[in-house]
């Protein structure tokens, strides 16, 4: 074994599983779900199978109904063809000894017309358009383009009071899917991130306005949910960007005036509601700085549960984070593409295999199910 990064190889308790390391595999778009209806096949079932010797694994963005989509070819969890889907999906990584949450993702106004039903316009907190952001389109049988975001019209109070129940509808469809737990998806400038926003939420009814307001959904959607599934079984993701990037690849939400006051606000709300985890999906532009060393702490003072960090982590970052007490669980996310065995590897001190970035989105099985673990590999011969 590696003994350098022996700390990401404890066990460590997540709500009522004990976990056999603290290497996660973070919610990854692979846009490889079959046509028509957004259903998880087969291919994904071997893909995170192959994966299962994560700590845990949490899906792919799956959207909870219709509206929610914002790239082609991306799963749901609203229909019956997509529950069976992801059945077969979560007993293959059972029968491998695995344990995988459910992303419960809805895009809001990260959308376009011809992805949302009868051509409406997407919904979102208030009517404005995304920007400094793409979605991707179908323009035939697996051919796709980029295309700008449309229009969004402003969800009603009534309407976002059934999103909640929504929310609850897909937790239920998870578990009756046969996932451990889910996922909240409120991060990278999506529905819940835009509610939060101070830049995308200008209401005037009790979801806007005030810090307090702009967190009402986040903590109904987290209330819903948990009384479905268990708050042991819940966690939340956020992204709380301190500073921007121009490259135009990037898109992972917006820098709020006090991005620590509203992170750390969230996450006191989510430590009230006894969740299991909080996601922190740090910048993983070329180069992007670190989270402030004052938002590592003041966020585990602020939360007892299981802290979980992403973004371009490295097994030394990782551990370092490990030893300072800041996290808990670290999420790898390319490597895991490229590197179905990487806890194995990482314990080893095997070398990794490179994503190929041509076959990240979308295609065929190529760059999906076909990367090679060690084993398998000439290095190993």
């Known amino acids: 074994m590696d003994t350098q990064h022996a700390p990401l190889f404890e066990t460590v308790r997540l709500g009522p599983f004990t976990l056999p ?12 779900s079959s046509q028509p209806g957004n259903v998880p096949n087969d291919w994904m079932a071997r893909y995170y199978a192959q994966r299962a010797g994560a700590g845990f694994m949490i899906t792919e963005g799956t959207q ?3 509206r929610g989509q914002g790239y082609a070819w991306t799963p749901g969890i609203h229909s019956q063809a997509q529950i069976e889907g992801w059945k077969a999906v979560t007993d293959a990584v059972h029968a491998k000894g695995g344990v995988i949450f459910c992303q419960l993702w809805h895009v809001g106004r990260v959308s376009h017309r011809s992805l949302q039903p009868g051509g409406e316009a997407p919904i ?7 920007e400094a952001v793409k979605v991707f389109v179908e323009t035939g049988p697996g051919e796709g383009e980029l295309a700008e975001p449309s229009e969004p019209r402003a969800l009603t109070t009534a309407e976002v009071e059934e999103l909640v129940a929504l929310y ?28 939060i926003s101070e830049h995308t939420n200008v209401r005037t009814d009790r979801y806007g306005g005030s810090l307090a307001n702009r967190l009402r959904f986040l903590e109904e959607i987290v209330e819903a949910v948990a009384g479905v599934v268990g708050a042991e079984r819940l966690g939340v993701r956020f992204s709380p960007l301190f500073e921007s990037t121009d490259e135009d690849r990037v898109y992972l939400g917006l820098v709020e005036g006090d991005p620590q006051a509203t992170y750390i606000a969230a996450i006191e709300r ?8 909080v996601s922190i999906a740090e910048a993983d532009w070329d180069r992007a700085p670190d989270l402030p060393d004052a938002f590592y702490r ?10 979980l960090y992403a973004g371009r982590y490295t097994p030394e970052k990782a551990t370092w984070m490990r030893e300072q007490g800041h996290g808990d669980l670290f999420a790898f996310g390319r490597p895991f593409i490229a590197n179905p065995d990487l806890p194995a590897r990482l314990r080893r001190g095997w070398p990794l295999n490179e994503v190929d ?3 990240m989105y979308g295609g065929t099985d190529v760059g999906y199910i076909d990367y090679p673990t060690y084993e398998e590999s000439p290095l190993a011969s």
């Open 21 to 32: 390391n603290r290497i996660v595999m973070p919610p990854l778009t692979r846009s490889r």
């Open 64 to 66: 909870i109904e219709p």
């Open 124 to 130: 979102a907190p208030s009517a404005i358009r995304a």
């Open 168 to 195: 609850a509808q897909a937790a239920r469809n998870a578990m009756a899917a046969g996932f451990d737990g889910v996922e909240l998806h409120c991060a990278n400038g999506y529905l819940v991130n835009q509610f």
């Open 270 to 277: 989510l430590e009230q509601a006894g969740v299991a985890y």
């Open 298 to 307: 003041e966020a585990r003072a602020a939360f007892s549960g299981r802290l």
């Open 357 to 359: 970035p041509a076959t």
